[in-house]
């Protein structure tokens, strides 16, 4: 979370209150909604590693709170992050790392894995195109992350379906 | 035959010859149908799933084996007995919709139920109920080029189902579609199979498969897996996108 919140703070300086308001804002039911703990947790964290540095606003009837704001070294390695290409998605490592081993063991055929996991695939899309139903289409961020689950999701079909051929002499 | 299965294969078999050397594309499929089901069948291409349901709904003969078309031995028939049987029975969806060039939407649609021995009233107000069913009253005097490929599927999916038919057959609906449309058909079969309409589609599309009550998988001509897909997370409990997709942090 830490460079999402730098992000933020590139925009704007802000509390943590309204951090974690602007993520809700932002990606609606699309983002997990953020702990406010874990929140403070990861701007202390930030403003130990001199990315951000925080001043103290007086507030009447209440303690002060905390404005955080981006220093030169949360600007560069916010821009590092916006530069760099992101890490794409790898196989199911678990999934495949079973389909490979368990047959050795004898505890299960492949044939008999490759099923299993199809049809949780499916029930797993299947929640997604009701959540599709479910979401605001004004909500942009939320569709569109969406729509990227569900086309991950038909790759891995995809590619069970070509593990499955592979099995048939 | 067991009450309120629609469709009943034994031992359906389908062997192509080309130059002689025989291919077998469906090797001995035994399925059932239920009433109301909405059944999907999966499996690379050349598995034989296009041919299985293209037996199913007569437009290819078997080499051996069963076809039992609601109650009806179907595979028997001549080819006219078969064309009547599917006129009453069946309606077919193409990944291609299949529409009459040179015929409206409101045409195309009225045709089958015409064929079918409809009057001209009762073939209009189906064909009313239909494209106003499928948001399509405004496109009824339209030509089918001048429709997006969502619509002209729309189209197609309200003439299969002019005719009131025991099953729908569809052959990857949403194959052509982007995904705007292509949700707009998923949501019809959806519609329809919650008003009781009884559907067997061959999709390469999971969205299509997921919405099934059972999925099919075909593979080298032969059933390989017949189950229900497993729900995640309970109706009970929608939640949001961020329930059911982990964002890394």
Not at chain 1, 43 to 51: A, N, S, V, Y
Not at chain 1, 76 to 91: F, I, K
Not at chain 2, 78 to 87: D, I, M, N, T
Request: net charge negative; with cysteine; hydrophobic share 40%.
């Amino acid at each position: 979370m830490r460079l999402h919140l730098l992000a933020l703070l590139a925009k704007e300086p802000a509390h943590g209150y309204e951090l974690k308001q602007a993520l809700e804002l932002t990606f609606g039911s699309a983002y997990p909604s953020p702990n406010i703990g874990q929140i403070y947790v990861t701007l202390g964290r930030l403003e130990k590693d001199g990315l951000i540095r925080a001043v103290d606003v007086e507030q009447s009837n209440r303690p002060n709170k905390k404005v955080y704001y981006l220093t030169a070294a949360g600007r560069e390695a916010l821009d590092a992050w916006v530069d760099e290409p992101t890490e794409g998605p790898r196989v199911r490592d678990e999934f495949f790392m079973k389909l490979i081993l368990a047959p050795l063991t004898g505890i299960a055929d492949r044939m008999t894995l490759i099923n299993r996991q199809r049809r949780h695939y499916l029930g797993l899309m299947r929640d997604l195109t009701d959540l599709t139903e479910a979401t605001d289409p004004a909500n942009r961020p939320a569709m569109l992350l969406i729509e990227g689950a569900m086309l991950h999701l038909q790759a891995d079909l995809d590619w069970l379906e070509r593990c499955q051929e592979d099995l048939t002499p | 035959m067991q009450s309120g299965a629609v469709v009943r294969t034994v031992n359906l078999v389908k062997i192509y010859q080309t130059g002689g050397l025989p291919v077998p594309a469906v090797r001995g499929v035994d399925l059932e149908v239920a009433d109301g089901e909405f059944v999907a069948i999966m499996g690379p291409s050349g598995s034989g799933k296009s041919t299985l349901i293209h037996m199913i709904g007569g437009l290819d003969t078997r080499t051996s084996g069963e076809i039992w078309l609601d109650g009806q031995r179907a595979d028997t028939l001549s080819e006219s007995g078969w064309a009547v049987l599917r006129r009453e029975k069946v309606g077919f969806v193409f990944q291609f919709f299949n529409l009459v060039a040179t015929m409206t939407v409101a045409d195309n649609v009225e045709l089958p139920a015409l064929l079918g021995g409809a009057s001209a009233r009762q073939a209009r107000e189906r064909r009313e109920y239909l494209l106003g069913e499928l948001g399509l009253t405004e496109r009824a005097e339209a030509a089918p080029a001048q429709l997006s490929g969502g619509e002209q599927q729309r189209v197609a999916l309200a003439r299969a189902l002019a005719n009131q038919p025991r099953l729908l057959l569809a052959d990857e609906p949403t194959g052509n579609l982007d995904s705007r449309n292509g949700r707009d058909v998923l949501r019809l079969l959806r519609d329809i199979h919650e008003k009781g309409q009884t559907i067997i589609v061959v999709t390469h599309d999971a969205k299509v498969a997921g919405m099934a009550d059972r999925v099919v998988m075909l593979l080298d001509g032969q059933i390989v897996d017949d189950g229900r897909s497993v729900r995640r997370t309970s109706s009970k409990r929608p939640g949001g996108a961020g329930d059911v997709i982990e964002l890394r942090g």
